[in-house]
């Protein structure tokens, strides 16, 4: 059966003159699939729209800022995702520039810079460094965000299978 995936996008947007993150923690509806998490920002692509295009309207929805630096850092899909075990395949970006101030909160949870090197530090391989930096994000992406931030200036491309909240594999290339 071929895979019919919602189309999303995700962003990651470092502040280079702090070395900080802006991420979500989902903390504004108890009913949200990510209620509890801290991750990118973006969302669904809608019908006509462009990726890029898709990007930016989210970003201006969710942060009001108008983005002006911005790079495809990779794809990714997931299956069997969350609690509703849904098919995506996401456009993942780093943007490094953009106009404007973000605000404290939006309508799906509190907007908070966080530093890069505590955002890696979620990502390790060692258990007690993962739970030192107290960032309580999907476990899948501890696989794939260093990429987003690493020196290599090719696109990841990745595939990774879920069972509702945990993944089960995760393999990439880059072209």
């Known amino acids: 059966m071929p895979l019919r995936p919602i189309v999303g996008t995700l962003a990651y947007l470092l502040d280079p003159t702090t070395d900080q993150v802006l991420m979500i923690r989902r903390d504004a509806r108890p009913d949200d699939d990510h209620f509890g998490k801290v991750n990118g920002l973006g969302g669904k692509v809608e019908p006509d729209e462009g990726i890029v295009e898709s990007l930016r309207r989210e970003l ?10 911005i790079a495809l ?39 908070v810079w966080i530093p890069k090197s505590r955002l890696m530090q979620a990502c390790s391989t060692d258990e007690a460094e993962r739970t030192a930096a107290d960032l ?15 020196d290599d200036p090719r696109a990841f491309h990745g595939t990774m299978p879920y069972d509702s909240d945990l993944p089960k594999s995760w393999t990439y290339e880059r072209l």
């Open 136 to 150: 309580p994000m999907w476990a899948g992406d501890r696989h794939f965000v260093p990429l987003v931030f690493d």
């Open 60 to 69: 201006d929805e969710e942060t009001g800022l108008e983005l002006t630096d």
């Open 73 to 111: 850092r990779g794809t990714i899909t997931w299956t069997n995702f969350g609690p509703k075990r849904e098919e995506w395949l996401g456009f993942v970006f780093l943007v490094t520039g953009w106009n404007g101030e973000p605000p404290e909160h939006n309508d799906e949870g509190s907007l």
